[in-house]
């Protein structure tokens, strides 16, 4: 069996047809390389090339040994750099999580700009529950989200915040406050308001139904439109904000390269 550095320096004298410039490529010296195509020939019993202080060639068996191997080299160095990289965090597949419509966009602008830096590293997109994020992430079932924040556990990491968005209260378009110009959480009881645990659209659904308001972002006035549902300021309430957020010690290249494109896509403009 050949070895691989063997197969190197057969494949590269044949394309360079000089040992000294075969010896630069594979960055070893020009006697390594005389002395691995001797090998080489001793124990295939054919010579691989005609050479003479002038020039080199490539025999008619070197040649055809050439033709044979060079395909699958090919191959089999393609497939162990792709094992390297998706071990490195250069390929295979990112799954990346949302919790609302609105960030699923700026999600497919920063994958576009991904795909760029990283070719061979797959986004898969997919909806979650606001509940299910942080479960997701520590058991690996994905690999980032986008959030809000703050996150206070230790096994995930936030990068820096992406978006910024007012709150509204999301009412039953018959409810007393429905023509407010403006609310605070105090105007309403706090039996009336709905937490997490349901997608976006079921929450609004049990707004709609009369069974509650929900404090949300902004956002839902556009995506969420609906003629059961009116949507009042909030008053005297913080600004949600929207982050990356991956299984903290999981900081890889491609979770790195992809906080980077999704900050390049939030930027305005």
């Known amino acids: 069996m050949l070895e691989r550095h063997e197969i190197e320096v057969l494949l590269t004298l044949v394309e360079e047809l000089h040992f000294g410039r075969t010896a630069d490529r594979l960055h070893l010296s020009t006697a390594r390389v005389s002395q691995t195509v001797a090998k080489l020939e001793r124990q295939l ?96 079932e994905i690999d980032m989200a986008l959030g809000m924040l703050p996150v206070h556990d230790p096994d995930v990491t936030a990068g820096p915040p992406l978006v910024t968005e007012a709150r509204v209260l999301a009412v039953p378009a018959n409810h007393r406050l429905a023509q407010r110009r403006s609310v605070t959480l105090a105007d309403v009881s706090p039996t009336t308001l709905l937490t997490s645990g349901a997608t976006t659209t079921e929450l609004l659904t049990q707004v709609g139904a009369g069974q509650g308001v929900l404090p949300i972002g902004a956002h839902a006035q556009r995506y969420h439109a609906r003629p059961d549902v009116a949507y009042i300021p909030l008053r005297d309430t913080p600004s949600i904000q929207w982050a990356l957020l991956w299984r903290t010690g999981n900081d890889t290249l491609r979770i790195r390269e992809f906080a980077s494109a999704a900050t390049t896509a939030a930027e305005p403009g």
């Open 45 to 140: 019993g054919v010579p691989l090339f005609d050479r003479s202080s002038r020039r080199v060639a490539a025999t008619p068996a070197g040649r055809e040994l050439y033709a044979e191997l060079r395909p699958a080299w090919d191959r089999i160095s393609t497939a162990v750099r792709h094992t390297i990289d998706t071990g490195r965090g250069r390929g295979g597949t990112l799954e990346i999580a949302f919790t609302a419509a609105a960030t699923s966009q700026l999600l497919t602008r920063a994958a576009e700009l991904f795909r760029e830096r990283l070719p061979d590293c797959a986004v898969r997109i997919r909806e979650a529950q606001p509940a299910q994020v942080i479960p997701w992430l520590r058991d690996g």
